[in-house]
Structure formats: structure tokens, C-alpha cells
């Protein structure tokens, strides 16, 4: 039985190119980056050209891009090291949809005294801008905005409220994690001081993440040691990886607008079938928001065991973001977008990708509405 994957947003297999690149890699390059023979100057002239692409990439400078493990390093960085910088600024604003390594750090800082307040969204998880206008006050620290949420899809506004944030002197963050590569953006006319994005969302390699760190911004590194990257993330730098980011970035870049189209029309077929063919079903996400990430909900249905359904067919799908599995509450996202009882058990997450085909696109439909109607009867 063939396999299909439905899970591109919670991670991309390696794109084939930037496997190669890895493999060569690690075959061909094994200095520290820190020392001072020659292996070690060969891995950081690497870690330098992959710095500038993506300080290039971003509309940065070179200095101002940190590599970590992950995005959730990343954002653990931002508000953990400004709270160590600046205790006084004791507010923090942040979306109701955000992945769970911005909420949880927040109510980490929350325990600390910190005050956290959450900017609502409407039902669709769209944030208004004026929400977080009336929001700002005199001791706000930060505020984060998620550039697209990872289980609705749902593009926020981040240029309009990185105006806003400047305008008040109030410092911007934004996970980009689901939107990085896929939407065009510069950092510096969105009015970004932190942006945090992951490797393995784009086709590149697990443990690799990058933080965008506006120069003049001070952060109290997380981990102390030998002071590498610009002294905020001490610890041997992952170059392998760095150098896999950069080539799926770069072919993100050649194939960009090819495959929002191809993934769109995926995703326009799915969300047409399962609004024509299967009763009390309800398209959560909405027209704005991304190709590669659909959320539905089933009325009376248990989400769970559709997607244990659907994996006994071969077939991987989501009943929200990764780091949420497993958990049998509802998804705080569902809760934040105010959607009906009766609905929120059986939501589940299609994410689309590369290497979807419509021969899988197909299967996925025929597989879908006979699972929909075996739960039903089963609960």
C-alpha cells in the first residue's frame, strides 16, 4: 500500500537537491567554524556566504542573522533575552493563534510577572490591526504576530502592524515559520525587529533554525559558552545544515510562484469535494491563506480517529499543529476562532507540498468521504 503524505506543515521531506548538497557536504567539510586552521576557515567561509544569502534574502545585513536549532530556539531567544534585558517593560501582546513556542514562552514570563495579553482574532483567525493599536501601552515589551498561522493558514497583516509597532516604539516580532521562502517579505519595510524561521519547513534539514535580530536590539543570550554568533547563541554552529537551508531557500526562490499555483488548485479541488460530497462539513480556513495548508471541520466526528482512519489507508493527515498531537482537548486555535461545539472534535489539517501529485489529491477525496462516514456510524 502506497503512502501519501498530508503533513507539509509540520515538516517537508528533504528536497532531493538539497539532500545532495548535505551528503557532499559533510563528506567534504568537518572543521569548527571557530578555530583558525585551514578546515576551520573552509566551514566559515561557508557559515559566511550562507549569512549574507539570507541577510540578502530578507533585506538585512549580514549581522543581524543568528542560526540556531529551530524556530522554537528562536523565538525562546526573543522573549526570554528581552525580558532579561528590559524587566520594566512588564507587557507582552501576542496573537491568539500563535505556535505554541510563542505562547508558552509567554506564559513562562507570565510566571515572572510579566503581563500577557492576547490579541483576538475573528473565524476566521484574521487579526485586526487596531486590535493591537488599542492594546499598546507604555511598559509593552513586544509584540508578536504569527506571519501565518500553522493549522489554519491564515495570512496576518505583519506590514500594517510593523507600521503600528514602529509608530509607538514598541518592538515587532513575527514567527514566520510557515510563511518564510513561500511569501515575499523585507525586513526592514515590514518594520521587523525579530523574525524567526525553520529549515525543515521548507524542504531543508531538521535542527536548523535562523533569527533575524534588528541591529541596536539587545537580547540576553540563552545559552552561554564560547560566544559564537555575534556572542546570542553559543555552541558549535550546525554549518551542514546552514548550507542545506540556504540551497532550499534558494530553490524556493526559481520555483516559488510555480508551486503556490500547483498547490492553490490542490487545494481548490479538496476544499470544492468536501463542500459538495460530504454533509455538515466546514471549510475553516480562508481565502486568505496560504496554498499548502487546509483546515475542515466534521460535524459529529471524532478528528482522532479519522485520522487513524485515513493512516490505516496510508494516507497522514493532522488534527492540528505537530506539537499538539495527542493532546484530546480541542486545539486552542479551533477555541480562538470561536468555532461551534459541534465542530471542533472533528477538525482535522490537510497540508499540501512539493511532492503532492493529483493522483494523491484524488485518492486523498475517495479515502476521505468513506472514513467521514465510518466514524459517523461508529460514534
Not at 549569512?51 to 530556539?73: D, P, Q, W
Not at 505562547?103 to 492576547?118: P, S
Not at 535562523?210 to 555552541?235: A, D, F, I, M, W
Not at 505537530?322 to 480562538?336: F, H, P, Q
Request: proline share 3%; net charge neutral; aromatic share 8%.
Amino acid at each position: 500500500m502506497e503512502k501519501i503524505y498530508f503533513d507539509y506543515a509540520a515538516n517537508t521531506p528533504l528536497d532531493p537537491q538539497v539532500r545532495q548538497v548535505l551528503m557532499q557536504f559533510y563528506e567534504e567539510h568537518y572543521g569548527n567554524s571557530a578555530g583558525i586552521h585551514s578546515f576551520a576557515r573552509d566551514m566559515r567561509e561557508h557559515l559566511d556566504r550562507a549569512r549574507e544569502f539570507f541577510a540578502r534574502y530578507l533585506g538585512a545585513r549580514s549581522s543581524e542573522i543568528v542560526f540556531t536549532a529551530s524556530a522554537t530556539e528562536s523565538n525562546n531567544l526573543v522573549f526570554k533575552g528581552l525580558a532579561a534585558r528590559f524587566p520594566e517593560k512588564n507587557h507582552l501582546l501576542i496573537s491568539a493563534v500563535e505556535h505554541a513556542s510563542v505562547l508558552q514562552t509567554a506564559l513562562y514570563l507570565e510566571k515572572l510577572g510579566f503581563e500577557v495579553e492576547m490579541i483576538p482574532v475573528d473565524q476566521t483567525g484574521q487579526l485586526d490591526p487596531d486590535e493591537v493599536k488599542k492594546r499598546i501601552k507604555s511598559n509593552t515589551l513586544l509584540v508578536s504576530v504569527i506571519w501565518v498561522n500553522n493549522e489554519l493558514g491564515t495570512i496576518q497583516p505583519i506590514e500594517t502592524i510593523g507600521q503600528l509597532c514602529r509608530a509607538a516604539g514598541v518592538l515587532f516580532h513575527t514567527d514566520a515559520v510557515q510563511g518564510f521562502a513561500k511569501l515575499a517579505l523585507n525586513v526592514k519595510s515590514f518594520n521587523i525587529d525579530f523574525l524567526t524561521a525553520s529549515a525543515h519547513k521548507i524542504y531543508g534539514p531538521l535542527g536548523v533554525g535562523l533569527l533575524y535580530v534588528k541591529q541596536g536590539t539587545s537580547l540576553e543570550p540563552l545559552l552561554h559558552g564560547g560566544g559564537h554568533e555575534n556572542g546570542l547563541r553559543s555552541s558549535t554552529v550546525n554549518v551542514p545544515g546552514i548550507v542545506a537551508f540556504q540551497k532550499a531557500a534558494e530553490i524556493y526562490r526559481q520555483i516559488r510562484q510555480e508551486e503556490w499555483q500547483q498547490l492553490a488548485s490542490f487545494k481548490e479541488a479538496i476544499t470544492e469535494f468536501v463542500q459538495q460530497n460530504i454533509p455538515g462539513a466546514r471549510i475553516n480556513s480562508s481565502e486568505n491563506s496560504v496554498p499548502h495548508i487546509l483546515n475542515v471541520s466534521f460535524e459529529n466526528v471524532d478528528g482522532e480517529l479519522l485520522a487513524i482512519l485515513l493512516d490505516r489507508e496510508g494516507i497522514a493527515i493532522s488534527t492540528g499543529s505537530a506539537c499538539s498531537t495527542g493532546k484530546l482537548k480541542a486545539s486552542r486555535i479551533v477555541d480562538a476562532i470561536h468555532l461551534p461545539q459541534k465542530f471542533k472534535k472533528g477538525t482535522i489539517r490537510i497540508s499540501l507540498g512539493r511532492f503532492t501529485t493529483a493522483e494523491q489529491v484524488e485518492h486523498l477525496l475517495q479515502k476521505l468521504k468513506t472514513a467521514v462516514e465510518k466514524v459517523r456510524k461508529i460514534s
